[in-house]
């Protein structure tokens, strides 16, 4: 075989046919698929953990023969600093998003963001009765600037007191827990300027103390997106189940295209509205109207509020472009590879950059501005427009490929179809299943794609697996892209592939809200956005309360098979700090240390109940997920059992 010939057969890591129909033609211009392969052999010091650059005496790299850095840090000690360094660029990451919303609502009540208005008067009602805000007799913008300013305090207070997100939305063990521990923030800011400072050169060498400050960070991850979800609903509303469709077949060659990519819906939410309300000049353009389509987490925003569909996830973002009929890709922030404009260039594409901290060179930039956000996205779109022009008759190449997708499972969605069987405590419709081993379990299925595993396989195959025994899977991210694109988000899988036990509940559901839903329910519940995994940590907790117990005591479990961000690496390790077992699929940089490494698998459950699982081979990942999920079933019914016995509570240990 030549060597072309041999590339084009080993860049094919993927099982979507879409993509691999792309990745099969003659390209003008490499993608991630090839740059993977010029990467490779990757340098085993960084896969492992064990190559410090912190201070430039470096790198300094562990071997056998130079055990310790130039400072005398051992693997240790580099381990963890790496990891906590990690875990901030994730916590950072999320809390920007959510800080950019919270100062989006904060100029909204200054009148500084006219296109801006409150579309869940409940929601926000529902957020001041969290935090003891008075509602009675007050206006919604009243209510809303007390919950801003406790956000804003969450996200400043240098002292007096601890994150009020975190406090008020966990469990009252995992808070006992927290505090014990002292990783409970005292603000994110706080956290994020004292974790860098401790991994300071020349400042923490306690793997363990760095490690705990990890799991800090990680909360501070979680506080603010739980920020990020809780006030995006309050603005943009919160999701109810959308019925639409995913993959590269909803580009529409007759239509002016464009995708919205990248995290925040602050910029993508105008564009929906832009949109509606110039169709009529693409029209006038000669085009049939105009389409949208998400990518990655900005997709998952408006796929869940406005039922706008994925055209592909994460890895393949470059792809779409290479069908030749995207007239205009606009990003906001995380996740965007450089590389989109390299090919934007090849396809005629107009790459859209916005956000001021993440710009692309020779792309089109917006300095987006909450003052002037509905004139910016009908720029967006008249961009595009123009865009369509210059694309006249040329030829389109696109891969029919499309699958029914229903999203939009907020948990206030997910209460709402179990409270039609049980009004008064909706969450025992989920735990009576569980109890009665109906349902083994409930396994969020998290992160990203990563080329370091076959794009979209490993979701797939474990999604498939969990299902199959009867586990409730719930998606957020770039898993639940791969879901949408590959059918699991359809009514059909169902039968496909639910076990009897998990059939029988989804049909429950189903005949319980006929005359609610426009149609059946999926196989996987979709969650959101990676910031929204707090929706799926907020069914933990309630399911873990209605319980009596704490989260380490549920069969709950989550999953990230193709984790690939620092953003996965906080979420991962709150999950942990959260009590759940955690299942990577692509093992992170941790195993240049063996006491780190030892921590993050075993003793991490000691102290939190909760633990991280690596197991690259899908099928194994799926069923040791199943064995902590059993494992964790059979313990409760033996506690619940003894407590009835003995009339007494569940025991807090694990
Ligand atoms: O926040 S799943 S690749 S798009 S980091 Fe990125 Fe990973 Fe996708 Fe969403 Ni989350
Ligand atoms: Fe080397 Fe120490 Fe500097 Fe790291 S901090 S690069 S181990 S000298």
């Given at each position: ?242 019925y639409?469709e ?157 699958s029914k997708v229903v ?60 299902a ?15 879901f949408?694109?590959l059918g699991l988000l359809s009514p059909e899988a169902v039968d496909q592939y639910a076990?009897?036990?998990?059939k029988?509940?989804i ?12 149609g059946k329910l999926p196989l996987v ?130």
């Amino acid at each position: 075989m030549s060597d072309a010939k041999k590339k084009a057969v080993d860049r094919n890591r993927s099982i979507d046919p879409a993509v691999l129909e792309v990745l099969s033609r003659e390209l003008p211009t490499e993608t991630t698929y090839d740059r993977y392969l010029a990467q490779q052999p990757q340098c085993k010091f960084g896969d492992t953990g064990i190559c410090c650059r912190i201070c430039i005496q470096g790198p300094c790299r562990i071997t056998a023969k130079a055990p310790k850095g130039i400072c005398g840090a051992t693997a240790y000690t580099i381990v963890a600093r790496n990891l906590v360094r990690s875990a901030l660029g994730g916590a950072a990451a999320h809390s920007d998003h959510s800080k950019h919303i919270l100062l989006t609502l904060k100029a909204m009540l200054e009148g500084h963001a006219p296109d801006y208005s409150i579309k869940s008067p409940e929601k926000l009602k529902a957020i001041a009765v969290r935090f003891n805000i008075a509602t009675e007799g007050r206006s919604d913008l009243e209510i809303l600037a007390d919950v801003v300013k406790l956000g804003l305090e969450d996200f400043t207070r240098m002292t007096g007191g601890k994150s009020k997100w975190i406090e008020k939305t966990v469990t009252p063990g995992r808070l006992q827990k927290f505090s014990d521990c002292d990783i409970l923030p005292t603000s994110i800011f706080e956290t994020i300027a004292s974790a860098t400072a401790q991994t300071h050169m020349g400042m923490d060498a306690d793997p363990v103390n760095l490690i705990f400050k990890a799991l800090e960070v990680a909360l501070c991850d979680y506080n603010g997106m739980h920020i990020g979800t809780d006030l995006s609903d309050v603005l943009f509303g919160v999701p109810i189940p959308v019925y639409t469709e995913a993959n590269f077949g909803v580009i529409d060659p007759a239509k002016v295209n464009i995708a919205v990519h990248g995290h925040n819906p602050l910029l993508s939410e105008m564009i929906v509205q832009a949109a509606r309300e110039l169709d009529s000049e693409a029209k006038a353009a000669g085009a049939a109207g105009i389409q949208l389509m998400g990518i990655c987490c900005t997709g998952n925003e408006v796929l869940m509020r406005q039922g706008v569909p994925p055209v592909t996830n994460f890895l393949s973002q470059e792809l779409p472009m290479m069908t030749g009929a995207i007239d205009a890709m606009v990003v906001d922030v995380q996740c965007i590879m450089p590389g989109l404009q390299t090919v934007a260039e090849c396809f005629n594409t107009k790459i859209i950059t916005t956000s001021k901290n993440a710009k692309i060179p020779s792309s089109h930039y917006i300095d987006y501005s909450e003052e002037k956000a509905l004139e910016q996205a009908k720029q967006v779109i008249r961009i595009a427009i123009d865009s369509y022009k210059e694309r006249g008759d040329a030829e389109c190449i696109i891969p029919s490929m499309k699958s029914k997708v229903v999203a939009g499972f907020s948990l206030e969605t997910m209460f709402g179809l179990f409270g039609a069987i049980n009004a008064d405590a909706p969450v025992k419709v989920l735990t009576d299943s569980l109890k009665s081993g109906e349902l083994r379990g409930v396994v969020l299925m998290a992160g990203c794609n990563n080329t370091k595993v076959m794009h979209d396989e490993s979701h797939t195959v474990v999604a498939k697996e969990l299902a199959k025994n009867n586990v409730l899977v719930l998606a957020t991210g770039c898993a639940a892209g791969s879901f949408a694109k590959l059918g699991l988000l359809s009514p059909e899988a169902v039968d496909q592939y639910a076990g009897d036990g998990l059939k029988a509940f989804i049909r429950r559901l189903e005949e319980a809200n006929a005359d609610k839903l426009e149609g059946k329910l999926p196989l996987v519940f979709h969650m959101g956005s990676c910031v929204d995994n707090t929706r799926a940590m907020n069914l933990a907790t309630a399911i873990a309360n209605d319980l009596g117990v704490d989260v380490p005591k549920i069969p709950f479990a989550a999953s990230a098979p193709e984790a690939m961000s620092e953003k996965a690496i906080a979420i991962g390790s709150w999950c942990v700090a959260m009590g759940l077992p955690t299942h990577v699929g692509v093992v992170p940089p941790v195993t240049g240390s063996e006491l780190v490494n030892g921590i993050a698998l075993q003793i991490a459950h000691d102290v939190y109940g909760g633990f991280f699982i690596w197991e690259t081979d899908p099928s194994k990942g799926a069923e040791k997920i199943l064995e902590a999920l059993d494992y964790r079933s059979w313990k409760l019914k033996i506690h619940a059992q003894t407590a009835e016995k003995f009339e007494a509570s569940a025991s807090t240990g694990w």
